[in-house]
């Protein structure tokens, strides 16, 4: 090929344009990883509703059906960074030599964080208004956790479902080999996303910026 090969453009690169371009670095902080897991929890939320609002806005060719995968991972992954984020403040406060804890099963996260508050909030007012703020994620988690038990799953592959469709040991989803519909209410999603999100971001900053950043 006559002139040599054309060398592509890196990825990692600056856009003539910076509204074309994505700081990784601008709203982390090098020491602060609570923070830092806040920033990523919010990007991966905020992802799953826009993908949502997308394809409701434009459903035409029902691109929804394979685009609901990556809503639904980012919004669990999300739903993970933020309840770990809590969970670390939380230790930091209580003196846990413990850090982030769980793996990705985000009803077990979700149950350490609640008993962590129930630990540190010693107002009951205090403890009734967070368990008030989670009242949709709970409802959101249980629906949840009932889908994926009805397949025999081990453990670490529950919250698989999304970026598999299937197990390590080939065990499919329980949206695979169904013969009823397995459907999401993509309005209703955003809607509960929204709420659940906010709520999230407000926890995790309350504990991080009041006690630990003030």
């Not at 994505?22 to 020491?31: L, Q, V």
């Amino acid at each position: 090929m006559e002139g040599g090969e054309n060398k592509l453009k890196d990825i990692f690169s600056y856009n003539v344009d910076v509204n074309k371009t994505a700081y990784m670095n601008w709203r982390t902080e090098k020491h602060n990883h609570i923070h830092n897991m806040i920033v990523l929890a919010d990007g991966f939320m905020e992802s799953a509703i826009m993908l949502a609002e997308d394809v409701l806005n434009d459903n035409f060719n029902k691109k929804a059906d394979i685009i609901i995968f990556p809503i639904l991972f980012n919004t669990n992954h999300g739903i993970e960074l933020y309840l770990k984020a809590i969970t670390w403040s939380l230790n930091i406060l209580m003196k846990s030599e413990y850090k982030i804890e769980g793996n990705h099963d985000i009803k077990q996260i979700l149950s350490t964080v609640k008993s962590k508050v129930r630990k540190f909030e010693k107002e009951k007012e205090k403890k009734q208004q967070f368990l008030k703020l989670i009242d949709n994620l709970d409802a959101y988690v249980k629906e949840l956790n009932e889908k994926i038990e009805k397949a025999d799953l081990k453990k670490n592959d529950k919250m698989d479902f999304s970026r598999y469709p299937l197990t390590k040991e080939y065990i499919p989803h329980f949206y695979i080999g169904t013969f009823k519909n397995v459907v999401v209410d993509l309005e209703n999603f955003i809607s509960r996303m929204k709420e659940i999100s906010k709520n999230l971001n407000l926890i995790s900053c309350y504990y991080l910026y009041k006690f630990i950043e003030p």
